[in-house]
């Protein structure tokens, strides 16, 4: 299931940028999607997830009260709106779908290409 992602950029701290993610073949409405990152140097780590139905929504400490998740599955859509940015949250971010929301990038099978953010001091 081919990802989309879109909404990267150059923002300063303090500022605000939305990241899409779009599935083009297929409905998400089954799937969990997750938001991973990962700067030059470091593993990849997670940000958030949200489960199929939007139960179950999960944050990485380092993002929690700064960063929303959501999923549209009319529009086959999922979001990160990301505010209060930091200069430690730059890295290229991924979205990922799979059967259920979990921290594990391997519970992922498909990916998206990554969309670089980056957050100026």
């Known amino acids: 299931v081919p990802l989309v992602e879109s909404g990267g950029g150059l923002v300063q701290a303090g500022g605000s940028l939305r990241l899409s993610c779009t599935a083009s073949?297929?409905?998400?409405?089954?799937?969990?999607m997750a938001w991973f990152r990962q700067a030059p140097g470091k593993e990849r780590e997670f940000v958030a997830f949200i489960s199929a139905a939007a139960v179950t929504i999960d944050y990485a400490d380092s993002v929690r009260g700064r960063f929303t998740i959501a999923k549209d599955n009319a529009k086959n859509t999922g979001y990160l709106q990301m505010n209060s940015l930091k200069p430690e949250d730059t890295a290229v971010y991924y979205c990922?779908?799979?059967?259920?929301?979990?921290?594990?990038?391997?519970?992922?099978?498909?990916w998206g290409q990554g969309t670089q953010v980056t957050v100026s001091s």
């Open positions: 073949l297929r409905t998400l409405s089954p799937y969990a």
């Open positions: 990922a779908i799979g059967p259920m929301g979990s921290r594990i990038p391997s519970r992922y099978q498909n």
